[in-house]
């Protein structure tokens, strides 16, 4: 398998997923630059010439979403994706597409610096609602976590989650509520995120 990547993109959210994978010698990493992103070679590839972009043998995927529940069902043996009967993947698919879809939407649009009435105005246009949604929605399902998202076990899910969040609290994105700090000291003794420096204060 081969991930293009870029050290300054999105894409770094996937690592902590291969490490808990046990996969990371098993993927050959190739750097891309942005450059090199919208040039032929690679927008054959990926026509949105973006990265992450996974390539296993015959089978492209250029989402992050879908390169982490790819992942995490390929290697279903490492326990970090619900199976297609369980009860608990409707929870598990829901916070996926919810950190791909409304969440990253809500961090572009305040990177953008785009104003609450703006905001507010195009409302029904947005996937993420406005700012009150948002916050309800992740301070009501984080906070509900027991220790993790989907109950006593770690999902890849969580991953995804504890990467988004910790990253929108340092970029002053998103408030540090309380709700949040249970699950993130959780995630934060976990090895696979134990490099990332946006978790140190919640390491206890």
Same mark, same amino acid.
């Given at each position: @398998?081969?991930?293009?990547?870029?050290?300054?993109?999105?894409?770094?959210?996937?690592?902590?997923?291969?490490?808990?994978?046990?996969?990371?010698?098993?993927?050959?990493?190739?750097?891309?630059?942005?450059? #090199?992103?919208?040039?032929?070679?690679?927008?054959?590839?990926?026509? @949105?010439?973006?990265?992450? !972009?996974?390539?296993?043998?015959?089978?492209?995927?250029?989402?992050?979403?879908?390169? *982490?529940?790819?992942?995490?069902?390929?290697?279903? #043996?490492?326990?970090?994706?619900?199976?297609? #009967?369980?009860?608990?993947?409707?929870?598990?698919?829901?916070? @996926?597409?919810? !950190?791909?879809?409304?969440?990253?939407?809500?961090?572009?649009?305040?990177?953008?610096?785009?104003?609450?009435?703006?905001?507010?105005?195009?409302?029904?246009?947005?996937?993420?609602?406005?700012?009150?949604?948002?916050?309800?929605?992740?301070?009501?399902?984080?906070?509900?976590?027991?220790?993790?998202?989907?109950?006593?076990?770690?999902?890849?899910?969580?991953?995804?989650?504890?990467?988004?969040?910790?990253?929108?609290?340092?970029?002053?994105?998103?408030?540090?509520?309380?709700?949040?700090?249970?699950?993130?000291?959780?995630?934060?003794?976990? #090895?696979?995120?134990?490099?990332?420096?946006? *978790?140190?204060?919640?390491?206890?």
């Amino acid at each position: @398998m081969k991930l293009y990547n870029n050290p300054q993109s999105r894409g770094l959210t996937l690592l902590p997923l291969l490490k808990e994978l046990q996969i990371e010698d098993q993927i050959e990493q190739v750097e891309i630059a942005y450059e #090199d992103m919208h040039q032929q070679a690679y927008t054959q590839m990926n026509p @949105m010439g973006k990265v992450p !972009c996974l390539v296993d043998q015959e089978i492209v995927i250029s989402e992050m979403a879908a390169i *982490f529940i790819y992942l995490a069902d390929k290697y279903r #043996d490492k326990g970090l994706a619900p199976a297609l #009967d369980d009860p608990k993947r409707g929870a598990y698919l829901k916070w @996926m597409f919810f !950190c791909h879809g409304p969440f990253t939407e809500y961090i572009d649009i305040k990177n953008l610096q785009v104003s609450p009435e703006n905001i507010e105005k195009n409302r029904r246009s947005l996937s993420f609602g406005n700012e009150a949604a948002v916050f309800d929605f992740l301070q009501q399902g984080i906070g509900q976590a027991s220790p993790y998202l989907l109950g006593e076990k770690v999902s890849a899910a969580d991953l995804y989650v504890a990467y988004c969040l910790i990253f929108a609290i340092s970029a002053k994105i998103l408030p540090p509520f309380d709700e949040f700090r249970l699950f993130l000291q959780q995630m934060a003794r976990r #090895d696979s995120l134990k490099d990332i420096p946006w *978790f140190q204060e919640y390491r206890v």
